[in-house]
């Protein structure tokens, strides 16, 4: 009986350090655009800080928090700047190279995300995003599934697998053909979180347990 008890914590503290996932935040940037539900904090493609509701935009970097986990967004190419990009009109979150004096996309039609840019989404803590839940818009806002690229956490460009379920605190975004420029519209993230330092305690006090046990069972 004891056995099984000192067993049973191990397993505890074994499955405390499995990742575990909270309830997924969800942004939805049409609804953010177009319905005015949501709040957002950053600076605007003109330098001004701005905190609210953003309708159409272009800005430097600004962070959306949804159920305690926050999304920054900001764009660039691959030889400069860019302009993280709100799209109204059932469009979603794309880049764009120039804005005019009021934090419009100039030429309008460079407002998703084309060729040579570069969409970096950053969250504060570890997130997991599952891509068959992603929606993606072409340049005529249609629901697409885009043949484009990603880096995780820093890492190279590869093709993403949108059937894919991804770890990490950084995603950046490219495309490599001009016929798959593409926003993205809703993106949910589940925030992955780890064990406690009370759970490795609980997790070594098995450990010793168990080795105990072993032990005086073989002096018998």
Sequence with gaps: MKTKIKKSIVLAGLLGI?????????YNFVNLIDTN????????GNGNAFSGNPGEAGFQTFDWTVDGLTLT????????????????????????????????C?????????????LDLHFNKLAEIDFNQVVFRD???????????????GGGFSALNLASVQQGTDFAFRTLNQANQFYIS??????????????????????VGLGATRRKHNLV
């Design 18 to 26: 499995i990742s575990m996932h909270a309830s997924a935040s969800v």
């Design 73 to 104: 967004a900001t764009g660039s190419t691959v030889t400069g700047g860019a302009f993280a990009y709100l799209d109204s009109g059932n469009a979603g979150l794309g880049v764009c190279k120039a804005l005019t004096g009021n934090n419009q």
């Design 186 to 207: 809703v993106l949910s993230a589940d925030e992955v979180t780890v064990s406690t330092p009370g759970t490795l305690v609980l997790l070594a006090l098995g450990l």
């Design 139 to 153: 340049a005529n806002h249609n629901i697409i599934n885009p043949n484009i690229e990603i880096s995780i956490n």
């Design 37 to 44: 539900n949501g709040s957002i904090t950053g600076t605007l």
């Design 106 to 118: 100039t030429p309008s039609s460079d407002d998703n995300v084309t060729i040579n840019e570069i």
